[in-house]
């Protein structure tokens, strides 16, 4: 057991590559750029399996059998041949478009993506970057990503992408508000930004879901929300307005936008874990079996979220954002205020 | 399988030490640094240059974001993180956004330069503000912050709430007078 953590893994393969360059500067770099491979790599894996587990759980949702025909008769090859139909279709170009920030969009959109899975506890002093100011630090590079859709609906040329560009950017600011405020209560517990600070802090007493369960509630909405996932999809509304800023893309590069959004579903769960759920601590088990039963549970929960509830409409959507959760999560980190004051004047 | 292994240990250790007799650390330093203050000032180059007023935002949003980067490679990610928030996030997003909604004509010719005495103007005022920024830099004292401030944000935060409440205090009552100015602008507009 003692041997199943990240941490050995690592450790392991810092010794074959030391024992291969034989120097100890040049291997600590090269452990940099395999760490960063690690991160692409739980992306990339996230996106495969993500996909085929969205059609899954949809179609159990709706007493379907889902894909059942590529590899075998759960369909397991299903992402294999989604993969090979994206890359070998034609890529389209719309006439009149702005070219350079038509192609950039969907490139710039997978940046901050990745970028935030450097600052994840994945285990035990498993982190990319330890930033003292982490969360902090999470949420300017996740508010990045609002740009690239607009600039997408921009350069489309096209009257259904441009709405869905503005919709993206009223909807993501609206809800970072009280996503923002939501986490506030936990940074105050806890005393510190740094990720690794509130994991242990959860280690140390109770999960913070038990003391922020407000929080908890606002910010599993507005997380969805800023993902752009149903019921908050007003982004891609087919029924309304195509894809959005997606409907004039095809092949790979509507891949990537797709790799973004599946990248941001595992974010949010690892977020929701990390903050909320205690992160990778739990009995037994070594940490990284527990981080990763307690995000695909949280991923499931946001897809149950998806296939259950029906679609809002934008108007009701912000003004549920600024008149029921901002107020709400103001009045919460009043509360935390209050209580962090009162315990600490105890003890 | 030993020889081999030897012979990559030579080549490595040979490597190294060449790249340290070359201050290559000091040279990986300097060439991100400069890496990323070209992007920064080639895209606020690219702002005035171009002839697309969309294209010229987003290009000011670049130049944030690499004066960001910069802010972290010199180990603040603090004022870095404040910078893409409130810069490559909100500023730019409300330009940009500005932009889009108001032009109506074509977009591609939307940010030509008018006269030659427009642009003497411009340049005029433009070069007496970076001569007052860089005489300013250059007499200000800078002192050392981090031993104060220490490892947490802590620090800045009783920074922010005892010494530096009054600029504190008075940023956030304009931000206020801003948002009501906003509110009863937009109060004004009849809706149909």
């Given at each position: 057991?003692?041997?199943?953590?990240?941490?050995?893994?690592?450790?392991w393969?810092?010794?074959v590559?030391?024992?291969?360059?034989?120097?100890?500067?040049?291997?600590?770099?090269?452990?940099?750029?395999?760490?960063?491979?690690?991160?692409i790599?739980?992306?990339?894996?996230?996106?495969?399996?993500?996909?085929?587990?969205?059609?899954?759980?949809?179609?159990?949702?709706?007493?379907?059998?889902?894909?059942?025909?590529?590899?075998?008769?759960?369909?397991?090859?299903?992402?294999?041949?989604?993969?090979?139909?994206?890359?070998?279709?034609?890529?389209?170009?719309?006439?009149?478009?702005?070219?350079?920030?038509?192609?950039?969009?969907?490139?710039?959109?997978?940046v901050p993506?990745?970028?935030?899975?450097?600052?994840?506890?994945f285990?035990?002093?498993?982190?990319?970057?330890?930033?003292?100011?982490?969360?902090?630090?999470?949420?300017a590079?996740?508010?990045?990503?609002v740009?690239?859709?607009?600039?997408?609906?921009?350069?489309?040329?096209?009257?259904?992408?441009?709405?869905g560009?503005?919709?993206?950017?009223?909807?993501?600011?609206?809800?970072?508000?009280p996503?923002?405020?939501?986490?506030?209560?936990?940074?105050?517990?806890?005393?510190?930004?740094?990720?690794?600070?509130?994991?242990?802090?959860?280690?140390?007493?109770?999960w913070?879901?038990?003391?922020?369960?407000?929080?908890?509630?606002?910010?599993?909405?507005?997380?969805?929300?800023?993902?752009?996932?149903?019921?908050?999809?007003?982004?891609e509304?087919?029924?309304?307005?195509?894809?959005g800023?997606?409907?004039?893309?095809?092949?790979?590069?509507?891949?990537?936008?797709?790799?973004?959004?599946?990248?941001?579903l595992?974010?949010?769960?690892?977020?929701?874990?990390?903050?909320?759920?205690?992160?990778?601590?739990?009995?037994?088990?070594?940490?990284?079996?527990?981080?990763?039963?307690?995000?695909?549970?949280?991923?499931?929960?946001?897809?149950?979220?998806?296939?259950?509830?029906?679609?809002?409409?934008?108007?009701?959507?912000?003004?549920?954002?600024?008149?029921?959760?901002?107020?709400?999560?103001?009045?919460?980190?009043?509360?935390?205020?209050?209580?962090?004051?009162?315990?600490?004047?105890?003890? | 399988?030993?020889?081999?292994?030897?012979?990559?240990?030579g080549?490595?250790?040979?490597g190294?030490?060449?790249?340290?007799?070359?201050?290559?650390?000091?040279?990986?330093?300097?060439?991100?640094?400069?890496?990323?203050?070209?992007?920064?000032?080639?895209?606020?180059?690219?702002?005035?240059?171009?002839?697309?007023?969309?294209?010229?935002?987003?290009?000011?949003?670049a130049?944030?974001?690499?004066?960001?980067?910069?802010?972290?490679?010199?180990?603040?990610?603090f004022?870095?993180?404040?910078?893409?928030?409130?810069?490559?996030?909100?500023?730019?997003?409300?330009?940009?956004?500005?932009?889009?909604?108001?032009?109506?004509?074509d977009?591609?010719?939307?940010?030509?330069?008018?006269?030659?005495?427009?642009?003497?103007?411009a340049?005029v005022?433009?070069?007496?503000?970076?001569?007052?920024?860089?005489?300013?830099?250059?007499?200000?004292?800078?002192?050392?912050?981090?031993?104060?401030?220490?490892d947490?944000?802590?620090?800045l935060?009783?920074?922010?709430?005892?010494?530096?409440?009054?600029?504190f205090?008075?940023?956030?009552?304009?931000?206020?007078?801003?948002?009501?100015?906003?509110?009863?602008?937009?109060?004004?507009?009849?809706?149909?």
């Amino acid at each position: 057991m003692e041997n199943l953590t990240v941490g050995a893994a690592a450790e392991w393969i810092r010794s074959v590559i030391l024992l291969i360059l034989g120097n100890e500067l040049l291997t600590d770099v090269v452990m940099k750029f395999v760490g960063l491979g690690a991160c692409i790599g739980v992306i990339l894996t996230a996106a495969i399996v993500l996909t085929y587990a969205e059609r899954k759980v949809c179609a159990f949702m709706q007493v379907r059998l889902g894909p059942n025909r590529v590899g075998g008769r759960f369909g397991l090859l299903q992402p294999i041949a989604d993969m090979l139909k994206l890359m070998s279709k034609e890529d389209i170009i719309p006439d009149g478009c702005d070219r350079i920030v038509w192609a950039l969009s969907p490139m710039l959109l997978f940046v901050p993506s990745a970028l935030i899975y450097g600052l994840f506890p994945f285990d035990e002093g498993v982190v990319f970057a330890d930033v003292n100011v982490g969360v902090f630090l999470l949420l300017a590079i996740s508010s990045q990503s609002v740009l690239p859709f607009l600039m997408g609906g921009y350069a489309s040329n096209s009257k259904y992408a441009f709405i869905g560009g503005m919709r993206t950017v009223a909807q993501m600011l609206s809800y970072e508000a009280p996503m923002v405020f939501s986490l506030l209560g936990v940074v105050m517990i806890t005393g510190s930004m740094r990720m690794t600070d509130i994991v242990a802090a959860q280690a140390e007493n109770v999960w913070f879901v038990l003391l922020q369960p407000i929080a908890f509630i606002i910010f599993i909405i507005s997380a969805t929300a800023e993902t752009n996932r149903t019921p908050f999809d007003l982004v891609e509304d087919e029924s309304e307005i195509v894809a959005g800023p997606f409907a004039e893309y095809s092949g790979m590069r509507w891949a990537l936008f797709f790799l973004a959004e599946y990248a941001n579903l595992l974010s949010i769960s690892i977020l929701t874990t990390t903050f909320f759920l205690g992160g990778w601590h739990g009995p037994f088990l070594p940490g990284v079996f527990w981080f990763w039963m307690k995000v695909l549970f949280m991923v499931f929960v946001f897809m149950w979220f998806r296939w259950t509830f029906p679609r809002t409409r934008i108007d009701q959507m912000l003004s549920f954002s600024w008149k029921v959760l901002l107020p709400l999560a103001l009045v919460n980190m009043m509360f935390t205020g209050i209580g962090v004051y009162v315990w600490r004047s105890m003890m | 399988m030993n020889e081999l292994l030897k012979l990559v240990h030579g080549v490595v250790n040979w490597g190294m030490d060449t790249a340290e007799s070359m201050n290559a650390g000091v040279l990986i330093d300097a060439s991100v640094f400069y890496a990323l203050m070209w992007v920064s000032v080639l895209a606020a180059l690219g702002v005035v240059l171009c002839r697309n007023v969309v294209h010229s935002a987003l290009l000011l949003t670049a130049s944030f974001i690499g004066v960001g980067c910069l802010y972290i490679y010199m180990d603040s990610p603090f004022i870095g993180a404040v910078q893409f928030l409130v810069y490559g996030g909100a500023v730019a997003i409300l330009i940009v956004m500005a932009l889009m909604l108001t032009r109506r004509d074509d977009m591609a010719h939307s940010n030509l330069s008018r006269s030659l005495f427009c642009q003497a103007g411009a340049a005029v005022i433009s070069g007496a503000f970076f001569l007052c920024i860089s005489v300013a830099s250059l007499m200000t004292q800078f002192r050392e912050m981090s031993a104060e401030l220490g490892d947490s944000v802590t620090g800045l935060a009783d920074m922010m709430l005892t010494k530096y409440i009054l600029p504190f205090e008075v940023a956030a009552v304009l931000l206020l007078i801003a948002m009501i100015g906003a509110l009863v602008i937009a109060k004004g507009a009849h809706e149909s």
